[in-house]
């Protein structure tokens, strides 16, 4: 468990440990007095957060009068594309759900550790290791669809044929470290942030921590964005490949 149990934590061990116990006997972990972690509920509450913003979005959707909350949305929206069309190129936009919905995801669960109560489930590496190996399975997914799986192996051996040897070691090991690079990057900027964030508040309530919480929302974003972006590139150079 990562710090002090949060009260939702609390209410969830009180409430419901049956239940994780029993999604923790699945993965074969034994059973544990208290199976809830932080990260974990704070995960399920963003999910829950998410959900309810959609939900209050879908009615509100109008193509002639569209309300702030739809137009906040139409923001990232063409955000989101924009970026997948610089970076994929035309076919970008067969790829719009994913990487929007992993921007969204990583964002909320940046942006939650703001509210008082609450803190960032991407704080935690499990968090960002589970984001990653995500993105790692869907570029090679994609790659394989788009290229098929024999044409898209061989650019493992690289563009001259007798380097293969040396080629395939290096690409294995250059795609096995993207995952444990987003992890660190994004685990490590929120953990910091986080605690630089805390340590404040604990002193002060009053202009200086409403800085360094406006700092928290910036690299909340920023930290959001890198991730979709890296994604965007992974993607770019499997389902690419072949025309270059």
Request: with cysteine; net charge negative.
């Amino acid at each position: 468990m990562h710090g002090t149990e949060l009260w939702i934590t609390r209410l969830f061990n009180a409430y419901l440990a049956g239940p994780g116990n029993a999604a923790l006997k699945l993965v074969g972990i034994p059973a544990e007095p208290r199976p809830w972690t932080n990260y974990v509920t704070m995960q399920i509450m963003v999910v829950l957060i998410i959900i309810v913003v959609f939900a209050l979005l879908r009615p509100r959707l109008s193509a002639t009068n569209p309300g702030k909350f739809q137009h906040l949305f139409e923001v990232v929206y063409d955000f989101v594309l924009g970026q997948s069309d610089e970076q994929v190129g035309h076919e970008g936009v067969h790829y719009m759900a994913f990487f929007g919905t992993l921007f969204i995801f990583i964002l909320f669960c940046n942006l939650i550790g703001i509210i008082p109560g609450f803190e960032s489930p991407t704080m935690v590496p499990a968090v960002p290791l589970g984001c990653s190996v995500a993105t790692f399975a869907y570029y090679n997914f994609v790659g394989i669809q788009a290229n098929g799986i024999f044409k898209y192996l061989a650019h493992f051996a690289g563009p001259i044929w007798w380097m293969a040897p040396l080629m395939i070691p290096i690409e294995i090991v250059s795609h096995l470290a993207r995952p444990l690079s987003l992890t660190l990057r994004l685990y490590a900027n929120m953990y910091a942030g986080e605690q630089v964030t805390m340590t404040f508040l604990a002193l002060t309530y009053f202009a200086i921590p409403a800085i360094f919480m406006g700092l928290h929302v910036f690299v909340s974003l920023l930290q959001a964005y890198i991730f979709m972006l890296l994604t965007m590139l992974y993607v770019a150079g499997a389902v690419a490949h072949e025309e270059h």
